[in-house]
Nanobody
Framework: QVQLVESGGGVVQAGGSLRLYCVASGGTIGNYGMSWFRQASEKEHEFVGYINWSGGSKQYAESVEGRFTISRDNAKNMVYLRMDVLQPKVTTIYYC???????????????WGLGTQVTVSS
């Protein structure tokens, strides 16, 4: 059973940057594709970005393309999300998740962290 813990969230001014961290324990993330999602509503998780097991393939939601960068370090069991030019509308909880396949659907993800809050002030 893989446990995921996110960190790095906080309060940042509009136009600023944050780097989110996701550390895994109980297993190696090298076996999984990893994604970041964010809470779009009480029940909906919006896909943000995906990175395959080797880091050689990445996919992003159109809304974040060019401003967000996902990366990983399998040796450290870590996944990262660099977020630049942040705007208040992206204020929400961000989650990392692990899957055995590329997917933009939260239903295809096996393991989830509890999330980290990102707040962008205007």
């Amino acid at each position: 059973q893989v446990q995921l813990v996110e960190s790095g969230g906080g309060v940042v001014q509009a136009g600023g940057s944050l780097r989110l961290y996701c550390v895994a324990s109980g297993g190696t993330i090298g076996n999984y594709g990893m994604s970041w999602f964010r809470q779009a509503s009480e029940k909906e998780h919006e896909f943000v970005g995906y990175i395959n097991w080797s880091g050689g393939s990445k996919q992003y939601a159109e809304s974040v393309e060019g401003r967000f960068t996902i990366s990983r370090d399998n040796a450290k069991n870590m996944v990262y999300l660099r977020m630049d030019v942040l705007q208040p509308k992206v204020t929400t909880i961000y989650y990392c998740a692990a899957s055995r396949m590329y997917s933009r659907s939260k239903d295809d993800y096996l393991y989830w962290g509890l999330g980290t809050q990102v707040t962008v002030s205007s």
